[in-house]
Structure formats: C-alpha cells, structure tokens
C-alpha cells in the first residue's frame, strides 16, 4: 500500500497487487522527460491507482501518467493531466470514473496525444473496461481513445460505457477498418457537439469484427452519433 503522499518523481511497481491511493505525482522541475508518473513493471499484476491525481507541467515531459506493461490494472477516480503522450496506457484492466485532462503538447512527443491508449490485444483470459471517465482536452489531441494493433496483436475485448469525449481530434480511434478487431463494445457514450465540425467522433471501425457493438451513443444535445461507415 502506497498512500496520502504528495511526490516529485515517479513511481515503479514491481510487485503484485499494489494498492496506490490518495497520491499526488507531480513531474520533477526543468526534467527533459519523465517518462511515466506510475508504472507497472513486466511480469506484475494487479495493481489499483484510486482517488489519486498525477500531473505534468509545462517545462516538463510527462509521457505517459499510468503506464502498464505488466498484466490487469484498476484505475479509478484519479484527476490525470498535463502528459505529453498517453494519460493511461494499457491493453487490459478496470479505467473507471477518472477525469483525464488537458495534455501538454512537446514536439518531440510528435503530437501524438491520446487521453487513453491501447496498443494491441489483452493477455489471454482478460479484457478492458473503459467505463465512466471524462476525456476532455478541446486543443491538442490526437484522441480520447485509441485503440492500435502492435507487436502481432489486434485490439479485442474492449468495453467502453458511458464516457464522456471532448477532445481536440478523434473521439475513439477503433483499431482499423479491415483489422481483424473483436467483441469491441462501445455503448451509451456521449461526444461533444464540436465533432459536427471539423473532426468526427469515429474512425476506424470495423463493423463486421465478431462480436463489435455500436449502441446508444449520443451527441451532447441528445442526439444519436450513428457509427459512421
């Protein structure tokens, strides 16, 4: 257990179940890069960021605010922003109820901002919720979420409920029109009315993936934000 600290720096997590909660992580001063705020290491589980907030600055390249390359992570209630890359990068766990914000653009991070990340497909037997956050910058972004094939991999087991988007660029990039994605379920969400213009709320999906749901997803004045074809 990790808990009511305010720190300058980062945290690594190399051990199973870890609870992190009621933290503040704030990136070092004049840093050239930080490259995660939290992160779980290869080889662990489990770990649960809550109630917690991790910020970047403007001097300061904080690349991704949650990092995982280890196997299932809980992420709730958390206030995230101020990263240059990804505010919470996975491809399995619990994202939920959080609040990630307001990125810094850098040049070296080639503007490639996403508020939430997901490269390639889930380990075996697990999934992601993406449940209840609010993705929010209207300046920067590349999108709320993104969801990429990498290393062999293609996105599956995806779950995203109920999210709020507003964002600068796409709302959901969703793994490729012709990538073999699957049981990607995106539902009762809402997108900003912004995304009549310019942007649009979806790219990228593929329709006919077994098991891809498009259901009850909105505008923010209550309309219906049909998948697009």
């Known amino acids: 257990?990790?808990?009511?600290?305010?720190?300058?720096?980062?945290?690594?997590?190399?051990?199973?179940?870890?609870?992190?909660?009621?933290?503040?992580?704030?990136?070092?001063?004049?840093?050239?890069?930080?490259?995660?705020?939290?992160?779980?290491?290869?080889?662990?589980?489990?770990?649960?960021?809550?109630?917690?907030?991790?910020?970047?600055?403007s001097d300061t390249e904080l690349r991704q605010a949650v990092m995982n390359d280890g196997g299932m992570v809980t992420v709730s209630r958390c206030n995230i922003h101020g990263m240059s890359k990804k505010g919470v990068y996975t491809s399995q766990g619990d994202i939920e109820d959080n609040y990630i914000h307001d990125p810094y653009w850098f040049a070296a991070a080639d503007g490639?901002?996403?508020?939430i990340r997901v490269d390639g497909s889930p380990d075996p037997g697990t999934s992601l919720l993406v449940k209840h956050n609010a993705l929010i910058d209207t300046t920067t972004t590349n999108s709320a979420l993104s969801l990429f094939e990498a290393d062999?991999?293609?996105?599956?087991?995806?779950?995203?409920?109920?999210?709020?988007?507003?964002?600068?660029?796409?709302?959901?990039y969703a793994g490729?029109?012709?990538?073999?994605?699957?049981y990607i379920v995106v539902k009762d969400n809402v997108f900003a009315t912004k995304f009549?213009?310019?942007?649009?709320?979806?790219?990228?999906?593929n329709p006919n993936g077994p098991g891809n749901v498009w259901s009850g997803n909105k505008w923010a004045d209550g309309k219906a934000a049909p998948v697009l074809s």
Not at 196 to 205: I, L, M, P, Q, R
Request: hydrophobic share 35%.
């Open 1 to 57: 257990m990790i808990e009511n600290i305010d720190l300058v720096g980062d945290i690594r997590v190399e051990a199973d179940n870890v609870v992190i909660r009621n933290v503040r992580i704030s990136a070092p001063q004049s840093s050239d890069i930080d490259q995660w705020g939290i992160l779980q290491w290869v080889g662990y589980t489990g770990l649960t960021v809550q109630d917690s907030e991790i910020g970047g600055r």
């Open 112 to 115: 490639e901002i996403d508020m």
């Open 152 to 172: 062999g991999g293609t996105p599956s087991r995806v779950t995203v409920q109920d999210n709020y988007m507003a964002t600068a660029g796409w709302a959901i």
């Open 176 to 182: 490729g029109q012709t990538a073999a994605t699957s």
């Open 196 to 205: 009549k213009d310019g942007y649009s709320y979806v790219t990228e999906w």
